[in-house]
């Protein structure tokens, strides 16, 4: 039988006022242009306002400003994206056949490793010597733990995750699949015509709540370790090299790349496929526009962008072929200003 | 005993015209350069056109009119690409050994899952309750195929794939290794000083005669699925957003961004490295130059660019650094301009 | 117990001289700010000098011009980094218990493989037939190594490498986890409405001396074969594409893009993110600077750059608009210069 939830009952649980009928009865989510009568939608982007008059949803979550365009019951919130992730998790949860409390038998864990209780492990997994599993920790088929690692309380680990040596991770995570944590920074010493490898030492220390999105890549420590504090939100396929910092609440989209030895502040956003240059500092609360390419320090909060416009191909490369001549352009217009200059007096 | 091939029969066979002798016999492909006189080859880029005088081949792909330059035998084609790709895939086909349809003894296949006839399931291999592999499905080594997923028929998937639940592939697709479809999206919504995770619901779907790359990421959607449909062709480490859908016969190059909710037409052709922002949508025919980043949406079928050119470094860090001074040069030439036409008059 | 070195024996065994007390006893590495009294610290990029004067290292390796200002033991260098590698390199060694010549009773290894003396072979791992590996070789975990592949004398994987067929791989290389090599080029020919895929039926053949970071793909030759020279180096999340071949020590930092075809020479230094378009060659000695996009052959060794700077946004997006008025503000300064010529006449 599908579980169902009232509409009066969800709104005490979420403490948000009701508009509509207390009794109607749900039993999912839709997006406003798709939901039927019995699930539950919200408005959160304003794009999609366009869609509220219309909707066949049973409830919409949205704020005071919009419930008179709400042509359905609907809960007031005042974080209405926050509330349906709330309810979006209530109505998901279910007991996944994956996530149950389970050793396979394939796995091959080290007799030195220590696990917690109510831990599951995955098909095939390897977990290394002297490594802590702490309680309700899921780890995926195919996990990696090496050796002396550590998985805090109920992180959860999807399939084939890796983790090299020395590296610890805090509670609650989650890490998807095909990262890897913990591999050798990019080292190496030039010794005459070759180049020398420079011993990796370091591990990686991840804090509690953090995300880390699928085939994302954290590199160890070459020295002391790379950190990523508390509730650090990581897309997929991102690069951070090593003894990179980040602080907490920083939440970095898909495709970024961090080059070494660089501190990221705390409640930074950074924006998909931007660039951040080694051996540098951003200061808290710095927002990097997507696709920008930051190459010295940042001290002062606030937005940063370095996106180039796109536009018709055929006009664009007239203009860009400009740009290899702004310094010439740039000294005839001052050129051309001293001389009208002089022509006045 | 190496399979041969005749001339003759190649061009009655690709019902191509052959000019030459068609008791030639053939063994295999190379390029213009490289090719012996038993290896067929084929011309088709232009830039190639300078190594057709001296070429050693046997017998040469080309359209009619470099056929007076083919120094042997020839295939004239009106598409000499398409129809090497059909003679290499006649050269080069030979029963594979990781291609028996052979289930092996370490796989994990879970009781209540489908499986066809005449499927191959590598070693270590996990697949979910309630997932249906149809006939002549061949998984890799190390597939990881979740509950609740279903791969077509005659699709292909190289070792080390892994599929979340509730993806849904199509027939004749190709999936390569290292590939993730079907992680979690990157929502999560603000919520006080915190971030809260915004379950994603949504699974992906995709078409017929589709290409994954190596290490390529395909999130699933928030509420609804992420979409590609029939052959669309995915290079390597392409990051697709969830809610993404891409239109049929779509070609994108490898390390290209989508990001979330972004709609891409029917045969579009996007270049290395692109990213395309979120929640926009680019029309049936756009083709986006190498590393251009798209940044709204395009309603004109065309070619669209934002590559900004290379340069020696010196001289263009002069050039660059004049950028952030671009909106006060355009002013000085409009008060240029300006001050000389109050002159005139 | 921990492992300890004499100072005085390290100045000997690395040839270098020593300023200090050759009996100080050191037990391992630090940075200049962390290093205790039996730690080595090192100073080799001179944004750390600063550091020196307070450090609480035992001894520091550095220039002779900076011996004078050294408040502890130094051992004095003609390239600190080197020295500080080498020293690294011994004083981090120990025997790693993931690196005993141990094959996992869990490999599936082929009847028809051939494997060396003291090779050590992971959990999982799949050999497939008719391939080598040489003596003292490592696999880790999860290692898919397809048939007929060759890896040479000393060379390790990391857990869950992935070779495709016909991949041969050099001595003493290191291998990162979730890297992917082989996989097929991204070659597909328009055949009317629709895309045929051409065979991949090339290999990769990669040198000595050689580093492949986490999660990077070098895609299988078309016709012949993807090479990489001896000595190359390549950090994580690299895509190098079909037919590519890169000379002997070249480096290419992480999240690189080389298209198909291209040729890169030797001691080439290709900057993190940067991309290189298809079907070019860049001769011996090119530094190509971070997030760059190269559009063309370069023929003469230097550095090349098509960096953007970055901005606070509200006065970036100013300055970006005007890039798509570029030609036209050109024009016109050109037509301003004309005019005030003609006036002057």
Redesign the interface.
Known sequence: MTPSWRAGDLATQLSLGLSGNPDTVLTG???LQ?ATASQISFL??P?YLKYLTDTQAGLVILSEAHASDCPTNALISD?P??D???V??LV?AKPS??NKAVI?P?A?IDPDAVIGDQVSI???C?I??RTVIADRVHI???G?I??DCHIGMDTQL???V?L??QVSIGERC?I???A?IG??G??????G???????Q?GGVIIGN?C?V???T?I?RGA??DTRIDD?V?L???I?I?HNVRIGA?T?I???V?I?GSTQIGRNCLIG??A?I?G?ISLCDGV?V???????SSIRKP??????????????????????????K??R??QN??R??SDDTH
Chains 1, 2, 3 share one sequence.
Not at 186 to 191: E, I, L
Request: with cysteine; charged share 20%; glycine share 10%.
């Open positions: 989510v839709g997006t798709s959160a982007n794009a974080n994206y926050a349906y992730a709330r979006a998790t998901s056949a994956t396979h394939s091959h995955g098909a095939g390897v290394g010597a995926g088929a195919h990696m090496d050796a999807a399939a084939r890796t090299y040596t989650l998807h699949s095909g890897v591999a050798d990019f080292g190496m010493a030039r010794d015509d070759h180049w020398l490898r420079v011993p030492l709540d995300d999105g699928a085939n890549t590199d020295i002391e509730d939100k897309d997929n396929q690069q090299g609440h939440a989209a898909g495709c790349a080059a998909g496929g660039g240059t051996h927002v526009m997507a696709r920008s390419f930051v190459t606030g937005q940063y962008s370095s996106v180039t416009p796109f536009q018709e191909h055929q006009r664009w490369i007239r203009n860009a072929a400009r740009m290899k001549q702004l310094d352009m740039a005839s217009i051309i200003e001389k009208l």
